[in-house]
């Protein structure tokens, strides 16, 4: 079963797919000849004899629509459906390209359509050799990947009919339907702007990439660009701009130019003036012609990121190749979609010259349009209106009117790197971090890169304080470092703000000491603190909405004690902060810190000391006066099985989640190690027999759960409540365990000790780039574990188990003494019932705005084996405190 694991991923450009590897297998193998040649002949005979069995054809209908489902709730795909159903009838850009049971099977069903046989008729039409590219990356030689692909691939059918061509099919949006103001209503709690030109296909202009140099500018955030001038206002909080380019954005019809503003409230009122100053920057633009300099310092910044990129999963490294494949010459395959080639300002001016007022089309979301728009979009339901833009705008966009003065190009860029050359090593050379830096303010560890030998480093930094708005402050002046390929992060974690920088280590240290100055002299206006706190709430709401995150956030609410929940900050900001509460907090808080830092690349120990310094000297700070946790403690779950029910928040959405949790736990570093083990023998079963078998849900998956250093495991499932009651998935998921339980029972020792070795293979591969490792350190110092070669030990614990320690660890948690927890978010449709009995009905767009938390009871179904929690807080009060515990031994 482990080599059949394919699986068609659906990709953004929508026409065609992918086929990829499951990634553990390929991981496993890479370094086993005869079982990856293996891996390619079965594959390779989706190509050459796909079976096509009527029965798995019709549960993959069921997963796609699955699929559908889970997507319908995206303001994202909701806006691009929409916007694809603007184009002239008959265009394929007007397609419906998802696809559901209805199209699948219903509707063919009613029409005496053979689906079967269309789908022969569809691979035998375009799976064919010499459409297709293939890319294969190994340790094996060229001349036995040669001879592999020959052998394997060569069978392929060429059925010698031309390529599909769609070039003919030019000016899709060429219609009446295009150049008007949309008002849209959202899932999520959101105000933006669209603004979207169609404008002829830019492909073939690649070496130019004109679209890119244009988005450069569109998108800059420093001094004079569109959204400083719009955050001074406060009318905008970020803008994005450009073409995404996948196939439905850039094809061979034509491409998309598009400007996103996400808007405050404000902002919402004065969207016809935020139009008119993205115009007048173009206008600008237009005014002014291309400029060689800003081509060259674009071309400069994506030339050094090519020349110094991090090494990617080999999975997603053989697909990008794949598609360049498809659409460079040979020559530029690697290079094609990165990389600025030739300057030519009338390539760029022709673009440029084309995004004037009278070709865009406006689209506006925001929650404020309910009610006002009588148009419902077929597939996904979107409401939404269509109306001319007002009369006074429109012919002001029609003269010549006049330019911003606040407006225009940004300055050079004193961010890029120039400075290329490998530090010399100031101390010995170590394998894992030391801590070089130890006082009672902070602590600092260090390793300097011994193997990665590239000019970039990385800065951790443990604070904690209010994120958005520091992250508000930093935007302008950050952003030129931004564009030079200088990242920085700044994370509310749960016990401190964390700050994360990278990049070329030449300009590094001007970033950090930035970010520290900012952090030093926080300062918020009254506008600003409001437009902040207002964005907030709706980035609250958004979150609570999708059944997935609540019921995360349910599951540790009852876990985590003392958590705050989403949904209370979401009441902490309802009820109402003021910039006096927030300035005196901040003030407070500097006044007494620990600090403690990562630093590793290609930076020496005495430099690496200079960041801590500089925090320290900057912030002046006091140490605290205790050690702080940086876990919260967890609860102690009585023995059987609890469930929580509670509805979801929108009530459009027909999504529900179910997530089964066997708590274990204080358990050491090998009992951790074992519930791996577990975990990943459960993996391939519970999918086949949840998803392929009993059509559950699109997203299936079981899970080893450390819960601020409890142990546990559990197994979700994503499903509609139009097609399954959850607490049948629920039993489902029990049946499920029931069958694994036989089923590693009857293990033979030889699979048992392959999926050892297969996860033993997973944790000796070495780090692919600087931040895997980074990102492995790191976790260690911010839970301060400090276990920085745990998977050594994590291997060696691997080599001591046998089929017994497995079979007997799982029986231990499914006994009569077992810890259950079953959190389900429950969704909307005719399978879940409401108060009075009746079924859930769908009420798109629709959410609870008072977001608090619904419980429901139990049905008949699992009333007298479930206790039930109907109130969270209740629950937990009784219950005993697990010690804190990190897993270290």
């Not at 819960?707 to 197994?715: A, D, K």
């Given at each position: 079963?482990?080599?059949?694991?394919?699986?068609?991923?659906?990709?953004d450009q929508h026409i065609g797919g992918h086929l990829i590897f499951d990634r553990d297998t390929i991981s496993v193998n890479r370094n086993r000849s005869a079982s990856v040649c293996l891996l390619f002949c079965r594959w390779a005979q989706f190509f050459?004899?796909?079976?096509?069995?009527?029965?798995?054809?019709d549960r993959e209908v069921e997963a796609v629509d699955s699929e559908y489902q889970l997507a319908r709730p995206s303001d994202a795909?909701?806006?691009?459906?929409?916007?694809g159903s603007l184009a002239r009838p008959g265009h394929p850009m007007g397609k419906f390209f998802w696809g559901n049971a209805e199209t699948l099977k219903h509707e063919p069903k009613r029409n005496n359509i053979d689906t079967h046989a269309r789908l022969r008729e569809f691979w035998m039409r375009y799976y064919s050799a010499h459409y297709m590219t293939l890319v294969v990356q190994s340790k094996e030689t060229l001349d036995t990947l040669e001879k592999w692909v020959t052998e394997i691939f060569s069978q392929i059918p060429n059925n010698g009919l031309p390529k599909p061509n769609f070039g003919h099919l030019t000016d899709p949006f060429d219609t009446p339907a295009f150049n008007k103001l949309y008002r849209v209503v959202p899932i999520r709690k959101i105000h933006a702007l669209t603004i979207t030109w169609a404008l002829p296909p830019q492909q073939?202009?690649?070496?130019?990439k004109p679209l890119h140099y244009i988005s450069w500018l569109v998108g800059h955030e420093g001094k004079g660009s569109i959204l400083s001038y719009l955050r001074k206002k406060c009318w905008a909080l970020a803008l994005f701009g450009g073409n995404g380019e996948t196939g439905f954005e850039?094809?061979?019809?034509?491409?998309?130019?598009?400007?996103?503003?996400?808007?405050?409230?404000?902002?919402?009122?004065?969207?016809?003036?935020?139009?008119?100053?993205?115009?007048?920057?173009?206008?600008?633009?237009?005014?002014?012609?291309?400029?060689?300099?800003i081509f060259e310092e674009i071309q400069k910044i994506e030339d050094n990121e090519f020349h110094y990129q991090e090494q990617t999963d080999p999975v997603e490294y053989v697909e990008n190749m794949c598609e360049n494949m498809q659409l460079y010459p040979l020559q530029d395959f690697l290079t094609g979609d990165q990389l600025l080639f030739e300057y030519k300002p009338e390539v760029i001016a022709e673009a440029l010259n084309q995004l004037v007022p009278q070709k865009a089309n406006l689209v506006l979301l925001s929650g404020a349009n309910e009610g006002k728009c009588d148009l419902k979009e077929k597939w996904f339901g979107t409401q939404y209106s269509m109306e001319d833009v007002e009369n006074s705008w429109a012919e002001l966009w029609k003269t010549n009117f006049e330019l911003n003065p606040d407006l225009h190009l940004p300055a050079e860029n004193k961010y890029i790197a120039t400075d290329f050359m490998l530090k010399a090593f100031d101390c010995p050379e170590t394998e894992y971090p030391v801590k070089i830096v130890n006082t009672p303010q902070g602590c600092l560890w260090y390793k300097k890169d011994n193997k990665f030998k590239i000019p970039k480093g990385k800065i951790v930094v443990l604070f904690d304080i209010f994120v958005n708005i520091l992250t508000h402050n930093l935007a302008e002046p950050a952003y030129e470092a931004d564009v030079a390929q200088l990242e920085y992060k700044l994370v509310a974690g749960e016990h401190g703000l964390i700050i994360r920088v990278k990049g070329f280590n030449h300009k590094l240290p001007l970033l950090f000491q930035l970010i520290i100055d900012y952090l030093a002299e926080f300062s918020s206006t009254p506008a600003v603190f409001t437009m902040i706190t207002e964005q907030l709430k709706k980035t609250y709401f958004n979150i609570l909405i999708k059944p997935e995150t609540l019921a995360k956030d349910v599951r540790l609410l009852i876990l985590e004690y003392a958590r705050w929940s989403m949904i209370d900050k979401y009441r902490a900001l309802m009820d109402g902060l003021s910039l006096e509460s927030l300035l005196s907090f901040v003030k407070e808080f500097k006044s007494q810190l620990f600090v403690e830092g990562l630093v590793q690349g290609n930076v020496t120990s005495t430099e690496s000391m200079d960041f801590l310094k500089y925090v320290v000297d900057k912030l002046n700070f006091m140490p605290l006066e205790q050690e702080m946790p940086v876990q919260f403690q967890v609860v102690e779950l009585p023995s059987g099985h609890h469930l929580c029910?509670?509805?979801?928040?929108?009530?459009?959405?027909?999504?529900s989640e179910v997530t089964v949790y066997y708590q274990s736990g204080a358990r050491s570093l090998k009992e951790y190690t074992l519930m791996e083990l577990l975990v990943m023998h459960m993996e391939e079963p519970c999918f086949d027999f949840l998803r392929t078998k009993q059509t559950l849900g699109y997203h299936v998956y079981p899970t080893c759960r450390n819960?601020?250093?409890?142990?546990?495991?559990?197994?979700t499932v994503g499903t509609q409540a139009t097609k399954y009651n959850s607490e049948v998935v629920d039993k489902k998921i029990e049946e499920f365990l029931s069958s694994f339980e036989e089923k590693i029972e009857n293990l033979t020792e030889e699979a048992f000790n392959t999926q050892v070795t297969a996860l033993i293979k997973l944790k000796e591969c070495e780090d692919t780039h600087l931040g895997e490792e980074v990102d492995r350190n790191w976790n260690e110092v911010v839970t301060q574990q400090y276990l920085f070669d745990r998977l050594a030990h994590e291997i060696e614990a691997l080599k001591s188990f046998s089929k017994s320690d497995l079979v007997n660890w799982f029986k231990a948690h499914r006994g009569p003494g077992s810890k259950m927890l079953s959190v389900h978010v429950i969704g909307f449709g005719k399978y879940e019932l409401e108060e009075d009995g009746s079924p859930s009905g769908e009420d798109s767009n629709s959410s609870c705005e008072a977001m608090q938390l619904t419980y429901l009871p139990s049905s008949p179904l699992l009333v007298d084996s479930t206790i039930p929690i109907t109130d969270i807080r209740a629950f937990t009060s009784t219950l005993n405190l697990l010690p804190y515990h990190k897993i270290v031994k």
């Open positions: 079963d482990q080599w059949n694991r394919i699986e068609i991923l659906k990709t050459i004899h796909p079976l096509m069995i009527r029965d798995a054809i795909n909701r806006k691009e459906m929409l916007f073939q202009h690649y070496r130019v850039q094809n061979s019809t034509y491409s998309v130019f598009s400007i996103s503003i996400t808007l405050t409230d404000e902002g919402y009122e004065h969207f016809y003036e935020v139009a008119h100053t993205v115009f007048q920057y173009l206008k600008m633009l237009q005014k002014l012609g291309p400029e060689k300099r029910k509670v509805r979801a928040l929108n009530k459009g959405d027909a999504n819960t601020s250093g409890i142990l546990g495991f559990s197994v």
